[in-house]
C-alpha cells in the first residue's frame, strides 16, 4: 500500500486547510487509517484515526478543530483543519495500519504546514 498526501502549505492563524491521502495497492489490507504530525525535532505526534468502522478518534489538542473523514470510494482520508495556530505549523503525514499489523506500519511522505501571518 502506498500512500500519497496533498494540500498541505501556507496559511495564516484562524485559517483552514483540508489534507488529503490517497491509498493505492492492497488497500483491502488496511483496517484504520491515521493523520499524524512532527515538528522540528519533537516527537512525532498522533492526531486522529478512523477505523474500518469508521469510528474517529482525536488528540486533545486537535479535538473539535480537525476533523478526520474518507471517501472510500476513492480510496482518500482527509483531514479538516479549522482554527489553525501556530503552533500547528509541522510536517503531517498520513498512516495506515494493515492487518495483522500492532501499530501504524505505513507512512506517506509527509507535506509542511505552515501556520503564520
Known amino acids: 500500500v502506498q500512500l500519497v498526501e496533498s494540500g498541505g502549505g501556507l496559511v495564516q492563524p484562524g485559517g483552514s486547510l483540508r489534507l488529503s491521502c490517497v491509498a493505492s495497492?492492497?488497500?483491502?489490507?488496511?483496517?484504520?487509517m491515521a493523520w499524524f504530525r512532527q515538528a522540528g525535532e519533537k516527537t512525532r505526534e498522533f492526531l486522529a484515526d478512523?477505523?474500518?468502522?469508521?469510528?474517529?478518534s482525536y488528540s486533545v489538542s486537535v479535538k473539535g478543530r480537525f476533523t478526520i473523514s474518507r471517501d472510500n470510494a476513492k480510496n482518500t482520508v482527509y483531514l479538516q483543519m479549522n482554527s489553525l495556530k501556530p503552533e500547528d505549523t509541522a510536517m503531517y503525514y498520513c498512516?495506515?495500519?494493515?492487518?495483522?499489523?500492532?501499530?501504524?506500519?505505513?507512512w506517506g511522505q509527509g507535506l509542511q504546514v505552515t501556520v503564520s501571518s
Open positions: 495497492g492492497r488497500v483491502s489490507n488496511v483496517l484504520a
Open positions: 498512516a495506515a495500519r494493515e492487518l495483522g499489523a500492532p501499530d501504524y506500519d505505513l
Open positions: 478512523i477505523a474500518d468502522g469508521d469510528g474517529t
